[in-house]
T-cell receptor, first 106, second 114 residues
Framework: AQRVTQPEKLLSVFKGAPVELKCNYS??????LFWYVQYSRQRLQLLLRHISRESIKGFTADLNKGETSFHLKKPFAQEEDSAMYYCALPDDKIIFGKGTRLHILP | EAQVTQNPRYLITVTGKKLTVTCSQN?????MSWYRQDPGLGLRQIYY???????DKGDVPEGYKVSRKEKRNFPLILESPSPNQTSLYFCASTPRGTPNQPQHFGDGTRLSIL
């Protein structure tokens, strides 16, 4: 069955430190994965998708089919990165992970 | 401006009183979807629609209805709301008839059912 797991509900990281938000998936086909971000009191917005292989706001994510993972990484955290982050796996339905709240400490 | 518009943004109502949350997009998108967002549970898909007159259940459809009579509109109907439907609801759309595209989200509707 299609499944997305974000194991951390909350991740606190000091400003300037590296960030890694974990996402593991279960899917029988070839997945297309997305990361969405929700800043405080704002709508969800796309952060990046694996197919584009680009870096947005310093974040990157690599699809690792062997480990069935799509972890989101940033080398140096900034205070404005504090937000909720969701990993998503679309099929006909869309499955979102439960989200990770990233808190950047000053 | 390309956008997904939900109304109302906030609603407090009572158990059993039918309500409708409207969703409209002006981007000619085919795929539309409703989610509810609850603390600790993330986003869960309620219903989705791949095109006009085509709707399907998501993961948590119980207690909800939808319709897709026109491409731009995808209302969410709660025929007999109950307190466990108190939540933050988001509508979203994607360009083609599959969700394998970046989704455009509305601003959300916060429903409180007393």
């Amino acid at each position: 069955a299609q499944r997305v797991t974000q194991p951390e509900k909350l991740l606190s990281v000091f400003k300037g430190a590296p960030v890694e938000l974990k996402c593991n998936y279960s899917y029988s086909g070839s997945p297309e994965l997305f990361w969405y971000v929700q800043y405080s009191r704002q709508r969800l917005q796309l952060l990046l998708r694996h197919i584009s292989r680009e870096s947005i706001k310093g974040f990157t994510a690599d699809l690792n089919k062997g480990e069935t993972s799509f972890h989101l990484k940033k080398p140096f955290a900034q205070e404005e990165d504090s937000a909720m982050y969701y990993c998503a796996l679309p099929d006909d339905k869309i499955i979102f992970g439960k989200g990770t709240r990233l808190h950047i400490l000053p | 401006e390309a956008q997904v518009t939900q109304n109302p943004r906030y609603l407090i109502t009572v158990t059993g009183k039918k309500l409708t949350v409207t969703c409209s997009q002006n981007m000619n998108h085919e795929y539309m979807s409703w989610y509810r967002q609850d603390p600790g549970l993330g986003l869960r898909q309620i219903y989705y629609s791949m095109n006009v007159e085509v709707t399907d259940k998501g993961d948590v459809p119980e207690g909800y209805k939808v319709s897709r009579k026109e491409k731009r509109n995808f209302p969410l109907i709660l025929e007999s709301p109950s307190p466990n439907q108190t939540s933050l609801y988001f509508c979203a759309s994607t360009p083609r008839g599959t969700p394998n595209q970046p989704q455009h989200f509305g601003d959300g509707t916060r429903l409180s059912i007393l």
